[in-house]
C-alpha cells in the first residue's frame, strides 16, 4: 500500500527539482552574456590603459576635475565611486555645459565608448577602471525610441536629478540614460553598477 505513495513522492521531488534546475538557466545565460559583454568592453578600451591615448583620440578631463563618489553625491559611502570622467564630446553631442550638461548624443556603441573612467592613483598616474556610455533622454526619445538602451539584455540607469535631494542623482547632466561598465572583480551584475564598491578617489589631488 505504500509502495505507490512513496513513488509518486519521489517522482514529485524528481520533477521539482528539474523545474528549479530549468529555471535557473535563464539566470544562468543571462549572466554569461553579461560577463561575456562586460569582457568585451574591457579589451575593446585596452588601448586607452594609456590616457595620452585617450587625448590624442579626443577625449578631456572633466573640466570640474572632478573624482566621483558615491558619498560625495549624498549617497552611502560603500557604495563606492566612478573615478575620474574623461568624456568625449563628439559621441556626447554636448551642446551646453550650463546650468547642467546637455546634448543631443545618441551613441551606444562600447566599441568606443563616450566616457573613460579612471581612479587616481598613490604615485599620480591614472589608472582605467571602466568605461561608460550616455544618451539623453530628450535626444533618445527624439530619435524614436521608446525604450532605454540595453546591455546584454539589462536596461541602462535612468538618472534624472531629484531637487528635493542634497545629492545630485544626474550628477550634473540633464535627465538621461546612462550605462558603468567597470573592469574590477568577478561579479559581473556588481560591475554593471552606477558605483563600484573598490574605486577610491582618496588619491585625487582635489580629495
Not at 23 to 37: I, K, R, T, V, Y
Not at 111 to 134: F, M, R, T, W
Not at 135 to 160: H, I, L
Amino acid at each position: 500500500m505504500n509502495a505507490t505513495p512513496t513513488k509518486s513522492r519521489k517522482s514529485c521531488h524528481i520533477a521539482f527539482a528539474a523545474v528549479g534546475l530549468i529555471s535557473l538557466f535563464p539566470q544562468m545565460a543571462l549572466a554569461e552574456d553579461l560577463a561575456e559583454a562586460i569582457a568585451k568592453v574591457k579589451v575593446a578600451a585596452e588601448r586607452f590603459q594609456d590616457v595620452n591615448v585617450a587625448l590624442a583620440e579626443g577625449y578631456v578631463a572633466d573640466p570640474g576635475s572632478h573624482c566621483v563618489t558615491a558619498a560625495a553625491e549624498g549617497l552611502p559611502a560603500e557604495l563606492g565611486g566612478m573615478g575620474i570622467h574623461y568624456l568625449h564630446p563628439g559621441l556626447l553631442g554636448i551642446t551646453a555645459t550650463k546650468p547642467r550638461v546637455d546634448g543631443t548624443g545618441i551613441h551606444t556603441d562600447f566599441d568606443k565608448p563616450a566616457i573613460l573612467l579612471y581612479e587616481p592613483q598613490a604615485d599620480g598616474s591614472l589608472l582605467l577602471v571602466g568605461a561608460e556610455n550616455l544618451v539623453f533622454k530628450k535626444a533618445w526619445a527624439a530619435a524614436g525610441n521608446t525604450e532605454p538602451p540595453a546591455f546584454a539584455g539589462r536596461p541602462w540607469d535612468s538618472m534624472e536629478d531629484d531637487p528635493t535631494t542634497p545629492g545630485d542623482e544626474a550628477h550634473g547632466f540633464e535627465a538621461h540614460y546612462d550605462q558603468h561598465v567597470y573592469f574590477r572583480g568577478d561579479d559581473a551584475d556588481a560591475a554593471v553598477q552606477p558605483f563600484h564598491a573598490t574605486i577610491t578617489c582618496e588619491h585625487h589631488s582635489g580629495h
